[in-house]
Nanobody
Framework: QVQLVESGGGLVQPGGSLRLSCAAS????????IAWFRQAPGKGRDGVAC??????????NYADSVKGRFTISRDNAKSTVYLQMNSLKAEDTAVYYC??????????????WGQGNQVTVSS
């Protein structure tokens, strides 16, 4: 069955970097879009970044709040999508989720979600 497993979170100081990984199984990553979301304490879940399928052009899009700081990428051979997060701020603190809806393009709603991974930015 479809599974997404996030890893790489943790505690980092403001201005630091982290790389999150989303390991996919149960489907061929090459053909599908993957998105990253986050949910801060007491807030709703917000989209962070998305990458379309490699069968298309692997185009990316980002929330305004992370543009220029975060980079989404994919390694189809490893069936893994990454979220490189640089220049982290306290407001980036959240549980981060990867998700897919098994289509080649990014969308507003997703069917499959990982378990979430905590990122805490604090001095």
């Amino acid at each position: 069955q479809v599974q997404l497993v996030e890893s790489g979170g943790g505690l980092v100081q403001p201005g630091g970097s982290l790389r999150l990984s989303c390991a996919a199984s149960g489907f061929t990553l090459y053909y599908y879009a993957i998105a990253w979301f986050r949910q801060a304490p007491g807030k709703g879940r917000d989209g962070v970044a998305c990458i379309t399928s490699s069968d298309g052009d692997s185009s990316t899009n980002y929330a305004d709040s992370v543009k220029g700081r975060f980079t989404i990428s994919r390694d189809n051979a490893k069936s893994t999508v990454y979220l490189q997060m640089n220049s982290l701020k306290a407001e980036d603190t959240a549980v981060y989720y990867c998700a897919t809806h098994l289509t080649p393009w990014c969308a507003d709603e997703y069917d499959y979600w990982g378990q979430g991974n905590q990122v805490t930015v604090s001095s």
